[in-house]
């Protein structure tokens, strides 16, 4: 069972790049006092750039630093990110940094297409460059519409492996484009040529429609996956079919078991996060599992936080 700690943070609106949102928050611990968290923030065009917030690692309500500018923005004019960079993971590679990134481009009949992007610090993560200006995944065979949210794992130096969302179809409901998008699975050598074999991890059932960014973590011998997941239908408004937390478990990575009741956590009857719990990263800190979150409108309302309530 987690213990939800409450709401940190969201934008005031006192920057230009960041007027609303603290999206996919993402933990990263910078040292035993000082805890980084990034997350996606949007400008007035609703267009996505990545900046962060420094936490006291021993108090998360006492925020340290919010950072003032981006890490990371749009691309260039036709490229798959020209719209928004969203970050995802972050990895730490020797003396760098890598983010995987979601890079957002509009369509004119689905409203936008996604693709994952990668992006290097060499800064201790104040700035990324991206590493290169295309894709390392987009739309493919198995992926029939776009690719987004990765979450990866370096098991060794040789063997990567990401889980992701992808997007296989678009249907017009109540005259809006509406995404259908599961988890799949892919594997590299060095987290830049990845292998996908079209394995759904979680899929579709008769009420999920989608699934939010999964989040992968091994305890033990056991793989564990967090997400969000919704129906397609009113799932903006009406909290019967908005974004709540669900959870997975796999012995290999590959091969997963939907145990939902056993999430451990819910919405809460009011505030911040009662309509919608979404975009969750789990990780250890000071030998427990902490859970960054969304709440109501996919971030808008900011980001908080939970914690296991059994030790690592």
């Keep these: 069972m987690w213990t939800k700690k409450g709401l940190i943070y969201k934008p005031d609106g006192s920057m230009a790049f960041s007027?609303?949102?603290?999206q996919v928050p993402f933990g990263f611990p910078l040292d035993e006092n000082r805890l980084r968290v990034y997350f996606s923030t949007r400008d007035k065009d609703i267009q996505s750039a990545t900046s962060f917030v420094e936490l006291d690692a021993n108090d998360f309500n006492n925020i340290l630093y919010v950072h003032d500018k981006p890490c990371i923005t749009k691309g260039a004019v036709g490229m798959f990110d020209e719209s928004g960079a969203m970050p995802s993971w972050f990895l730490r590679v020797g003396d760098e940094i890598w983010l995987y990134y979601t890079g957002w481009n509009r369509s004119e009949t689905a409203s936008y297409r996604l693709g994952i992007g990668l992006a290097v610090s060499r800064d201790n993560g104040l700035t990324f460059e991206r590493m290169?200006?295309?894709?390392?995944?987009?739309?493919?065979?198995?992926?029939?519409?776009?690719?987004?949210?990765?979450?990866?794992?370096?098991?060794?130096?040789?063997?990567?492996?990401?889980?992701?969302?992808?997007?296989?179809?678009?249907e017009v409901i109540n005259g809006h484009p509406e995404p259908f998008y599961d988890v799949k699975y892919a594997e590299s050598t060095d987290g830049i040529h990845w292998t996908r074999t079209g394995n759904v991890c979680v899929g579709y059932d008769e009420f999920t429609d989608a699934i939010g960014r999964p989040t992968v973590f091994k305890d033990g011998d056991l793989y564990k996956m967090y997400f969000s997941y919704r129906n397609a239908t009113n799932y903006r408004t009406d909290v019967k079919r908005s974004y709540r937390i669900g959870y997975a478990e796999s012995t290999d990575g590959i091969n997963w078991t939907r145990k939902d009741e056993l999430a451990g956590i819910a919405r809460s009857e009011d505030g911040w996060d009662s309509l919608m719990m979404d975009y969750c990263h789990i990780f250890n800190h000071n030998g427990q599992w902490t859970m960054f979150y969304n709440g109501n409108g996919f971030g808008a309302s900011g980001f908080g936080y939970a914690v296991m309530d059994q030790s690592v």
């Excluded at 007027?19 to 603290?22: M, R, Y």
């Excluded at 776009?146 to 063997?159: G, L, M």
Aim: with cysteine; proline share 5%.
């Design 132 to 170: 290169f200006d295309g894709p390392l995944l987009d739309r493919y065979i198995f992926d029939q519409v776009w690719v987004a949210q990765p979450c990866v794992i370096r098991e060794r130096d040789d063997y990567w492996r990401m889980w992701y969302l992808s997007c296989t179809k678009i």
């Design 19 to 22: 007027q609303t949102h603290a």
